[in-house]
């Protein structure tokens, strides 16, 4: 598969379960004056919510109600970008904000 046609939705889970569980040792050893591990798990945060952001704006199915949800302030989305897909729904279905 490649990347191009891969659903933005599917792509952004990937890179934010890779932003939470990968140790990313390389990074540490070899760049470690350039770039710490927090600043590029942040990154891919970052990429993660922008891809989710557009998969919303584009109508695709099963975007994030966070991308979306006019109930909550951008604090509160801010917040919950940090956590993970599967975190972020547990929250949100606790809230009934989304069906669980």
Not at 30 to 50: C, I, K, M
Not at 51 to 73: F, Q, W
Request: with cysteine.
């Amino acid at each position: 598969m490649k990347i191009t046609s891969m659903p933005k939705v599917t792509l952004s889970e990937m890179l934010g379960f890779i932003a939470e569980n990968e140790r990313f040792s390389s990074v540490e050893k070899h760049l470690r004056d350039s770039f710490t591990v927090p600043q590029v798990r942040g990154a891919l945060r970052e990429l993660a919510d922008g891809l989710m952001k557009e998969a919303a704006s584009d109508g695709e199915p099963d975007a994030h109600v966070l991308c979306t949800d006019t109930e909550l302030s951008s604090r509160a989305r801010d917040i919950i970008s940090s956590l993970t897909p599967a975190e972020e729904q547990k929250l949100l279905a606790a809230f009934g904000l989304v069906s669980k």
